[in-house]
Nanobody, 119 residues
Framework: VQLQASGGGMVQAGGSLRLSCAASETISRINILAWYRQAPGKQRELVASTYNGGTIIYSDSVKGRFVISRDNAKNTVDLQMTSLKPEDTAVYFC??????????????WGPGDPVTVSS
């Protein structure tokens, strides 16, 4: 699976951005789609994930501000970010996880998309 993110950029605090990640193949066969981020000098962290069965998980730091959504028709997973804060500044990564029956999970990562929130 190849992933390509878009939509990053610079925004003022309080503003909004929408990230989109396009997959090279049908996402209905992908078990987990997620957004991660990595701020300068920090470890990569989970922002939000959506499971094929419908479960959605958000990190505490973005709950109520970010919304993850998957569009099986377009093979995309989007991250709508609102009320952005300077601490949301990071490089954002799209991740896909396939779990073949009876096998181990396989991770696929897209290239990072930088987001900068100015105060």
């Amino acid at each position: 699976v190849q992933l390509q993110a878009s939509g990053g950029g610079m925004v003022q605090a309080g503003g909004s951005l929408r990230l989109s990640c396009a997959a090279s193949e049908t996402i209905s066969r992908i078990n987990i789609l997620a957004w991660y981020r990595q701020a300068p000098g920090k470890q990569r962290e989970l922002v939000a994930s959506t499971y094929n069965g419908g479960t959605i998980i958000y990190s505490d730091s973005v709950k109520g501000r970010f919304v993850i959504s998957r569009d099986n028709a377009k093979n995309t997973v989007d991250l709508q970010m609102t009320s952005l804060k300077p601490e949301d500044t990071a490089v954002y990564f799209c991740k896909a996880v396939r779990i073949p029956p009876g096998s181990v999970p396989v991770d696929y990562w897209g290239p990072g998309d930088p987001v900068t929130v100015s105060s």
